[in-house]
């Protein structure tokens, strides 16, 4: 303080004693860059030069003066691909244009048929006799406890005593021999035929060949049988990459995307290949995107189909700039993914990106497989056929919910439209059916992991494979979650069972807990017994295991992943799919002598980090990834603002399953957890389209002018020049 001014009298004129402007610490966010500091960075200058002249000059040109007036954003395309729906419209649109994103092409004979990968567990007797047996008999019992030898049947089960728990927390009335009840009565149910008349939704089915090499969209789900009429159907995206279980080659796949890309562009935009330069695209991508994926897309755009510029933005920070927020933690709930990732100031915090190799069309599936259990009474259901996938689909949007409130013996209806028949009307009686379906979001055991993956190659080239292995190394989120999951409790019921130690032996390439040491960041272990009490007050209200038995804590000095391998999530059947390696002792066998070669994955892992992480409970996954993000601050801050979208959101209770889940996590383990809250996307918006919304807002800022890159900069930069400009690393 200077002297001889009394301190009173400073407060009162409010005046500093000096002009000195002590500058403002530098944000540490952006201190990583690089942006700026290397000489290559002065390509966007010149770049920038280039494309004003260019500007300049053809302004002066008379005939190529620009329209008086263009609404912002109406040159900019947004383009949001997903694994069932391509997302396409200009930034100037309210919404966009929703596309089956499917394409079906011509084929040289033979054509091959449809491939249906079974995504979800099935009875026995239904895999031996074919996909659309009906297995209860009227009178069979299917219900908890349930004397039978089927896995499948013990998984159900699992997720029905689950269901009971929270039903009886509720103080809702579980209606006994329901199952049977209903199954009496779709047994005997006989479909009403509609005339074509009266049928408003009849399809105008395609059922000669069409002149046309490609068909893309509806159009291509209108063909009667591809496989008679010469046709291939493909979708040529899935999960968070391209779909290379039904492609032979990249080069194929890629020219599917381009080919469904041009022909929406032409068919309902009206916007042909020639004029692709006038056009801006922002592109949208997963949160823990591909390499590969996305140099492939950008190169298709600027390269081969020639757009003006691009611009790339990642899923979450999408959806948060459509929901009009700037904190939260993002859950969109696709067809075949869900991911998870958290925004922190207009930044996706890259430890806490997950993806879980799960979503609607699990449900989906799982839907058909119950619906079989109690005698749906469309006997020839097949889901590798489009319309009968429409069927189910139908039916989870009308009927599924996670309201245990909802659950009851009701008589529902639906409608077969097929190829050359009259469409048909059914009457379905069901029961928990409609909830343990989605229910297998939070109880993935039901969820064939390795069967998804069966038959997919990688699409990186093995130079990219490096660099996903150099991306798993620098952001180890995946890994650091699964060597943290056994200090989680779950929610009820158990997500996540202590592996089999017998299978812990040498040359299985699991490694045996080691525990003669203590170790710092040792979780203390549970008790195994059960506790069914609330929580809390008001977010607790579900009951819930406050105890589990979890094994030794296992955590490798060096912090590395190998150690959690004690823990899986699923039930012991899926220790039938890790990687054990073949002459490993079974339990009460003699280990052999050699040592058997260990299974390496990306990042040097003995699992697969990525894919044993993809098969999280819902609930478990939102709160690792909210804990990824740092200590209990940023677990309260982001389970108070969970943003949830995509197509599963829609699901009647979805808030309220989350919210109590994720309360019974994180109360016991986060200090002063306060309420989690799953914010709504914005009135009337719906959460499908959300990150769409996102993308076209910044396509229509004037500010995305520094995000744009164009070929040239492609040309030099490639990837590092689009993480430079749309990502900030
Ligand atoms: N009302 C509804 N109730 C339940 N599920 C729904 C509803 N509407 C859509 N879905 C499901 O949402 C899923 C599609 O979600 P979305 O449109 O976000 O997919 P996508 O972006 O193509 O998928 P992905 O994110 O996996 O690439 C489908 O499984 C669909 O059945």
Redesign the pocket.
């Known amino acids: 303080m200077p002297r001889g001014i009394p301190k009173a009298r400073q407060d009162e004129s409010a005046m500093r004693f000096t002009s000195f402007h002590v500058p403002l610490l530098p944000n540490p966010k952006h201190m990583g860059s690089t942006y700026i500091k290397s000489d290559s960075q002065t390509l966007w200058a010149r770049n920038t030069a280039k494309a004003i002249a260019a500007g300049k000059s053809r302004a002066v040109a008379p005939e190529e003066a620009a329209p008086a007036e263009v609404r912002r954003g109406s040159k900019v395309l947004v383009i949001h691909p997903?694994?069932?729906?391509l997302r396409i419209g200009r930034a100037s649109d309210v919404t966009p244009i929703s596309v089956p994103?499917v394409i079906a092409r011509k084929y040289k004979p033979p054509v091959p048929p449809a491939s249906f990968v079974e995504g979800v567990s099935r009875p026995h007797k239904d895999r031996e006799r074919g996909q659309s047996s009906t297995v209860t008999q009227p009178g069979d019992e299917y219900s908890v406890g349930l004397a039978s030898d089927d896995p499948f049947d013990a998984k159900v089960a699992a997720i029905q005593i689950s269901l009971r728990d929270r039903m009886r927390f509720y103080k809702l009335r579980v209606t006994t021999n329901a199952p049977n009840t209903a199954s009496i009565f779709n047994e005997q149910f006989k479909p009403e035929a509609i005339p074509e008349v009266n049928d408003p939704f009849r399809v105008d089915w395609i059922t000669s060949p069409p002149d046309e090499d490609t068909l893309v969209g509806d159009k291509a789900l209108r063909l009667s049988d591809p496989t008679e009429l010469g046709y291939v159907l493909r979708w040529p995206?899935y999960?968070r990459s391209f779909n290379t279980r039904d492609y032979t080659s990249n080069q194929q796949v890629l020219s599917d995307v381009e080919t469904i890309l041009s022909a929406v562009l032409s068919e309902k935009y009206d916007i042909q290949p020639k004029t692709y330069k006038e056009y801006s695209v922002v592109l949208v991508i997963p949160d823990f995107y591909d390499r590969n994926y996305v140099q492939s897309l950008v190169r298709m755009l600027l390269v081969t189909m020639n757009f003006k510029q691009l611009c790339v933005q990642q899923e979450s920070l999408a959806a948060t700039y459509g929901a009009g927020i700037s904190n939260g933690c993002v859950v969109?709930m696709?067809?075949?993914?869900t991911s998870i990732a958290c925004v922190d100031d207009g930044l996706v915090i890259h430890d806490t990106r997950m993806s879980l190799n799960m979503?609607?069309?699990d449900?989906?599936e799982f839907l058909s497989v119950l619906m079989q259990k109690i005698n749906f009474p469309y006997k020839d259901l097949n889901l590798a056929r489009s319309y009968d996938w429409t069927v189910i689909?139908d039916l989870?949007?009308r009927l599924?919910t996670l309201a245990e409130g909802d659950v009851a013996l009701n008589l529902y209806d639906f409608v077969v439209r097929r190829p050359g028949k009259p469409a048909e009307k059914y009457g379905l009686r069901a029961y928990d059916e409609v909830i343990l379906a989605p229910m297998c979001l939070f109880e993935p055991r039901v969820i064939e992991f390795e069967q998804k993956r069966r038959g997919q190659r990688p699409y990186s080239s093995p130079d990219v494979t490096d660099e996903i292995v150099e991306q798993i190394a620098d952001h180890p989120t995946q890994a650091m979650i699964i060597s943290t999951q056994h200090l989680l409790p779950p929610a009820l019921p158990t997500p996540i069972v202590a592996l089999d130690a017998s299978l812990a032996t040498p040359g299985s390439g699991l490694q045996t807990p080691s525990v003669s040491e203590p170790q710092p960041d040792a979780a203390p272990a549970y008790d195994a017994e059960m506790d069914t009490t609330a929580v809390g007050d008001n977010g607790g209200d579900v009951p819930r295991k406050t105890a589990l038995s979890a094994p030794p804590p296992v955590v490798n000095g060096d912090g590395s992943a190998d150690a959690p391998m004690e823990i899986v999530d699923g039930d012991d059947a899926d220790v039938e799919n890790k990687p054990v390696v073949e002459g490993a002792a079974g339990p009460g066998q003699v280990p052999q002598q050699q040592p058997a070669p260990q299974p390496r994955y990306p990042g040097g892992f003995p699992i697969d980090v990525c894919f044993e992480a993809s098969k999280l409970p819902l609930d478990v996954a939102i709160f690792n990834s909210a804990r990824a993000a740092g200590g209990d601050d940023k677990i309260r801050k982001y389970l108070t603002a969970v943003l949830v979208i995509?197509?599963?959101a829609?699901?009647p209770g979805m808030a309220h399953a989350l919210e109590s889940r994720l309360q019974a996590i994180a109360t016991p383990l986060v200090p002063n957890m306060e309420k989690v809250v799953i914010i709504p996307p914005p009135k009337d918006v719906d959460p499908?389209v959300l990150v769409w919304k996102g993308a076209a807002v910044l396509g229509k800022m004037d500010g995305v002018s520094d995000l744009w890159i164009t070929a040239q900069d492609w040309d030099v930069l490639g990837m590092r020049g689009l993480k430079e400009k749309c990502f900030y690393l």
């Open positions: 997903g694994s069932r729906w994103n995206i999960g969109d696709g067809a075949t993914t979503g609607g069309n449900i989906t689909e989870k949007a599924c995509g197509g599963c829609l699901i499908r």
